[in-house]
């Protein structure tokens, strides 16, 4: 049983490499991954309206307190913008401005491109979608 488990978390593992790899090299600036947690924020902010802290902290896997710092930066970009709840200013959310939208569909665009060139090369989709099941298994 014990060996098993070992083995789920090899293939995760594993499924995790391969698409962070989909995504080096794609962007002349910066020749490292480049799923940045910048990009992590902005597209967790684009599926949602608003975003807390804490679902950034779970999502993005980052500390609270750089939450706070990148997505204070994030603001000055204008890339997010920062909201008060009405009923309790001690609660703060986040949400995707245009400019933050139109940020993460530049790097969409790139990391489409990459992805069909990677995927076409080397022909890895067939092992990322076996890997995706079994982690869907897995965790059902």
């Given at each position: 049983m014990a060996n098993n488990n070992l083995n789920d978390i090899k293939s995760v593992i594993l499924l995790a490499s391969r698409l962070q790899n989909l995504f080096e090299?794609?962007?002349?600036t910066?020749?490292?991954?480049?799923?940045?947690?910048?990009?992590?924020?902005?597209?967790?902010?684009s599926i949602k309206d608003r975003v807390s802290?804490?679902?950034l902290k779970r999502t993005v896997g980052?500390?609270?307190?750089?939450?706070?710092?990148?997505c204070g930066k994030l603001?000055?970009?204008?890339?997010?913008?920062?909201?008060?709840?009405?009923?309790?200013?001690?609660?703060?959310?986040?949400g995707i401005t245009d400019a933050g939208r139109d940020y993460l569909n530049d790097f969409l665009t790139k990391a489409k491109k990459n992805f069909e060139g990677e995927?076409?090369?080397?022909?890895?989709?067939?092992?990322?979608?076996?890997?995706?099941?079994a982690?869907?298994?897995?965790i059902d």
């Amino acid at each position: 049983m014990a060996n098993n488990n070992l083995n789920d978390i090899k293939s995760v593992i594993l499924l995790a490499s391969r698409l962070q790899n989909l995504f080096e090299g794609f962007d002349e600036t910066n020749k490292s991954a480049v799923l940045t947690s910048k990009v992590k924020i902005l597209i967790q902010a684009s599926i949602k309206d608003r975003v807390s802290p804490s679902l950034l902290k779970r999502t993005v896997g980052l500390a609270k307190s750089n939450i706070a710092l990148l997505c204070g930066k994030l603001q000055k970009e204008g890339l997010i913008e920062k909201y008060r709840d009405a009923f309790d200013t001690r609660e703060i959310s986040y949400g995707i401005t245009d400019a933050g939208r139109d940020y993460l569909n530049d790097f969409l665009t790139k990391a489409k491109k990459n992805f069909e060139g990677e995927l076409a090369y080397k022909n890895n989709i067939e092992q990322i979608n076996k890997q995706v099941k079994a982690l869907f298994e897995m965790i059902d």
